[in-house]
């Protein structure tokens, strides 16, 4: 019988963490079946021996479909999610948390707003003992309709692991090449639109080798970032001036700290061949200020 629900669980040498991320969905009460998928990318720690044990307990919920080789966490992305059957489907990486009722309310959410085509959550951060909500409740970016321009203009908003999707919007020849999680939430909004509920009903584990949404700019994320804007703008060229202003937004960043890739920035406006929004800089900046990664953290 098709499941309501797929949980997309992405994993690589993460054997402190991956029994706690898979509990937490097992944990999970909803009226609806669901299922898990989990693709380990040929971890060298032992994280795979952890997921076939769990997928032999669990046998009528956990499927296993880890390749048989390293491909990268793109491809593994992308494994994961060609596997899922659902009618919605929800990301996890594999050293997060689901807290209680998460998949229910995003679900819930979904069945109830036909238009929506991709809804987050707030996280809690936490490293250690310190843990923080973020981002804190914001009603110019919480619980109101994000459509793809504004999605273009302010950059990631949900956290990886907080994001659910319509299945129907997932279309493989849409990923080109490597990108990011801002991207695909751009492409799975399609016609619709995308909704953060103001609940935190995840844990986002800080580590140093974050790659999504709570890691603070390096030269790795920002070529990959850069690498997506020029992708959004192939796919939709109406989505040009958008690009270009928040690649000014990061170009200004980037250039008054000093960073040496900023140069990233400035070829995605000149790629983009469109005159950026300079009257959206204040709603840049505080967007900014709402989304950057708690002090805390550093």
Excluded at 29 to 55: A, H, K, N, Q
Excluded at 126 to 154: G, Q, R, S
Excluded at 195 to 209: A, F, H, Q
């Amino acid at each position: 019988m098709k499941k309501k629900l797929s949980v997309c669980v992405s994993t690589y040498n993460q054997v402190k963490y991956i029994g706690a991320c898979l509990d937490s969905l097992l944990n999970q009460v909803t009226s609806f079946d669901f299922e898990i998928i989990v693709s380990d990318d040929y971890s060298t720690d032992g994280t795979g021996l952890i997921v076939e044990r769990y997928c032999t307990d669990y046998p009528n919920i956990l499927k296993n479909v880890s390749p048989d080789k390293n491909g990268g966490p793109f491809a593994n992305y992308l494994n994961v999610h060609h596997a899922a059957s659902g009618e919605y489907v929800a990301h996890m990486d594999g050293d997060d948390i689901a807290l209680p009722g998460k998949l229910q309310a995003q679900v819930s959410f979904l069945d109830e707003h036909d238009e929506c085509n991709v809804v987050w959550h707030r996280m809690i951060f936490f490293k250690n003992d310190v843990e923080i909500e973020h981002p804190h409740f914001n009603a110019e970016f919480v619980e109101k309709k994000i459509y793809v321009h504004e999605a273009c203009l302010l950059g990631p908003m949900g956290p990886h692991s907080s994001t659910m999707y319509r299945r129907k919007c997932f279309n493989l020849n849409k990923f080109t090449s490597k990108c990011d999680d801002w991207l695909t939430a751009v492409f799975y909004m399609e016609n619709g639109y995308a909704y953060m509920l103001n609940s935190p009903l995840g844990k986002y584990r800080i580590t140093s080798t974050s790659m999504s949404r709570g890691s603070r700019a390096n030269w790795q994320n920002r070529k990959l970032s850069t690498a997506s804007q020029l992708m959004a703008v192939d796919y939709d060229k109406s989505l040009s001036r958008y690009v270009a202003t928040r690649a000014l937004a990061n170009f200004v960043l980037d250039a008054w700290r000093l960073r040496s890739y900023c140069f990233m920035s400035f070829h995605v406006m000149l790629k983009c061949r469109a005159f950026p929004f300079l009257s959206a800089a204040p709603k840049i900046f505080r967007f900014y200020k709402w989304s950057r990664r708690p002090n805390a953290f550093d």
